[in-house]
């Protein structure tokens, strides 16, 4: 019995039909993804999280000032949140105090859930493997699964940004800005101030965004890469509090978070938030190419 | 028995473009040392349908994730369309549609939505046609009336369904389905198996894996038989039942009359083996015909028409007289054993 021998040679088939070149650099798959992730339950109720919080420190300012009566009293803000004081002059840092409040958790968490889920969600649904089979390329997966979290804390950023003007617009008088050095600026400058200071917030979680990412590449199980990041973001949130670690904390992506209130002062102290800068560009390349040299070699097997 | 599907004339072609599918040595050892595939040589020919058997465990579907180049082989190459794999995946699965181990949907998209998205994966595909493919997809495997749904909301039938969609977005000349007909009713099984012939038909060679052997052999033309990570025996479909089944390879003949002895004896002249008397019944083992074995008996290989009227002229009454063809299933019981656990 001869076994195993090769079939015999039949029927040629037909060529296929002329297709476009391979675009290397096509936005279907981006636009796709990006479409997706907004549309998710998920992120909307994320998101939703996020324009809450704004509307309930101004709620919350508004009944305490209503029952203190005097206003501006305590001035140095160390009872509370960075510029709090000032909110009841100036709706406009509700904006500033409402970034304050959700930058160290709130914000990163949700990033933390997006950038844990985007690839380890995929491999627990199995649809990872079909994406691949497509070919969506895995390099070119990971540039767009990294450029949709970056999207999302954008988008995250302004929508707390942007729930805060509108609460502070409504409950609050909205005028001329006293930056932290004394000066006065007029409040068109001081919203392009606003503005600027978002954007800085988002850069600012480009560096959990990698770290996300690249856990995400380690499993096929999205609760868990969530769980991870999160868990990693509080544990170096508390290591940067303990001032015995003083040594390893200009290390920790948070230390400089809230350096962005430097933008409110004139001139601008630019130090921190250049290390601040700095700091997640060297996250971003470190566990970028991380994820990038698990995930191109990994065996999809889910 | 139904005709496999042929595309056309014999023409003679490079033999490495005719092989759509060629692995060397192929071996897969997972992680914690679990060896899945072992040495595969296999060689799927252009145009044809070809069906990948084996027990469960047997590593089909880790050779399927090798030839889609979503996990690296741990020796030997594997070449898809006469290109490497997984090098040159970009080139290559563009023209390649497959369902891997059962489907895989964002339950929280539409139906409509998750082609939409498989679509926008492939670089190559043209979005201008998007919307007009996912809808003939769709229309193709039965969906378009539970497109709109949302695919968590899908029976398993429907998901396997969509699964086959995504496969078809676009023309493609290698479709590779990991058990393709799962969870689907019989209409279903009915559709996919014309489906698969008409795809055929069209010159798209079909890489099937299944459990169904009765499927197997209604539309395939060539099978591979894989038992504990190892290629047991790849041919055509006839070649297999011929070779591996021997002397009963031509089928077993049954012949209904009350002159049993002279039956037997008639029988016996002309090559008819291992016969059997039981009441009025005579059965045998026909001989091999010669173009496929080693002839078992000497002399040609014979007619059943002519063995039908050696026994009248004999003088034997004869009531009923039929062969049963050899099937696939004993093909494949006899290939990889009869026992039902699974190896470890
Ligand atoms: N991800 C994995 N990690 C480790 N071992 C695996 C993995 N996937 C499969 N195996 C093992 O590899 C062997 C072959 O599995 P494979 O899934 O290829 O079988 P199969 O022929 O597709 O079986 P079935 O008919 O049940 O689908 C099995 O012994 C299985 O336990
Ligand atoms: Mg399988």
Known sequence: MSQAEAPESEVPGTDSPPRRSPRRWSLGLLRSEIGTTFRRWRTLALLAVLAGVPVLVGIAVKIETGHGGASGGSGGGEGGPAFISQVTNNGLFLVFTSLAVTLPFFLPMAIGVIAGDSLAGEANAGTLRYLLVAPAGRTRLLLVKYATTLTFCLVATLVVACSALATGALLFPLGKVTLLSGTSISLGEGLLRALVIACVVALSLTGLAAVGLFLSTLTTSGVAAMATTVGLLITVQILDTIPQLHAIQPYLFPHYWLSFADLLRDPVYWDQLQKDLGLQALYVAVFGSAAWARFTTRDITA | ?344
């Open chain 2, 1 to 344: 028995m139904p005709s496999p599907p042929t595309a056309g004339p014999r023409r003679a072609v490079p033999a490495e473009r005719e092989r759509v599918i060629e692995t060397r040595g192929l071996t897969k050892t997972y992680r914690g040392g679990q060896l899945a595939v072992d040495g595969l040589d296999l060689a799927v020919p252009r145009g044809s349908v070809f069906g990948f058997l084996g027990p469960n465990g047997s590593g089909k579907t880790t050779t399927i994730r090798m030839l889609m180049g979503l996990i690296e082989p741990t020796a030997g190459s594997a070449r898809v369309l006469g290109e490497p794999m997984p090098g040159a995946g970009r080139r290559v699965l563009p023209k390649v549609g497959a369902l891997i181990e059962g489907p895989a949907l964002y339950g929280f998209l539409s139906g409509r939505g998750n082609l939409l998205r498989f679509d926008a994966a492939d670089p190559t595909a043209d979005p201008r046609t998007r919307a007009e493919r996912v809808g003939q997809a769709l229309e193709r495997v039965g969906l378009a009336a539970a497109a709109g749904k949302k695919a968590r909301a899908y029976s398993l039938g429907m998901k396997q369904r969509l699964g086959l969609a995504a496969a078809l977005l676009q023309p493609r000349e290698l479709l590779v389905l990991d058990e393709p007909t799962n969870g689907l009713d019989p209409q279903g099984m009915r559709e996919i198996r014309a489906l698969v012939r008409e795809l055929a038909a069209d010159g798209t060679t079909v890489f099937l894996s299944s459990h169904l052997l009765d499927e197997i052999e209604q539309v395939c033309t060539h099978a591979a038989v894989m038992a504990r990570g190892r290629l047991v025996v790849q041919g055509t479909v006839a070649d297999l039942s011929a070779t591996v089944l021997g002397s009963s390879g031509g089928g077993r003949l049954a012949v209904t009359t009350p002159d049993t002895a002279d039956a037997a004896r008639v029988l016996k002249e002309h090559g008819v083996t291992d016969l059997d008397v039981t009441g009025e019944r005579v059965t045998g083992n026909l001989p091999v015909p010669a173009s496929a074995a080693p002839p078992a008996a000497d002399g040609p290989a014979l007619d059943l028409a002519d063995l039908n009227a050696a026994l009248v002229r004999a003088g034997v009454r004869v009531r009923g007289f039929g062969a049963a063809r050899a099937s696939l299933e004993d093909v494949f019981v006899q290939l990889t054993g009869e026992g039902f656990d699974v190896a470890g």
